[in-house]
């Protein structure tokens, strides 16, 4: 069992940047890929980033590529989104991920745990 919960969202304007942090409990955390996804009440839930459980392969989606990075301290038990030139269209709910099944898992759409989200909002 793992247990996922969002930190960091906030307010920030266009250009700016966030970082949202997901701590992770349960022991299987570090063998587990982990990934970001987001929502707002208008579209329909959208991956955004993947991490292998060794944090050596990543994998974005285009629309988040070059300006988010995903990394992971197992150590920590947590999950990080880098957020950079941050964009309104960026705004949304923010969810962390797990699974066992791997990354790739994860761009499908899939998950085994889910976070509670935290609120991203960019300001144009």
């Known amino acids: 069992q793992v247990q996922l919960v969002e930190s960091g969202g906030g307010l920030v304007q266009a250009g700016g940047s966030l970082r949202v942090s997901c701590a992770a409990s349960g022991r299987t955390f570090s063998s587990a890929a982990m990934g970001w996804f987001r929502q707002t009440p208008e579209k329909e839930r959208e991956f955004v980033a993947a991490?292998?459980?060794?944090?050596?392969?990543?994998y974005y989606a285009d629309s988040v590529k070059g300006r988010f990075t995903i990394s992971r301290d197992n150590a920590k038990n947590t999950v990080y989104l880098q957020m950079n030139s941050l964009k309104p269209e960026d705004t949304a709910v923010y969810y962390c991920?797990?699974?066992?099944?791997?990354?790739?898992?994860?761009?499908?759409?899939?998950?085994?745990?889910w976070g509670q989200g935290t609120q991203v909002t960019v300001s144009s």
């Open positions: 991920a797990a699974t066992s099944r791997g990354w790739r898992f994860l761009i499908l759409g899939g998950y085994d745990y």
């Open positions: 991490i292998s459980w060794s944090g050596g392969t990543t």
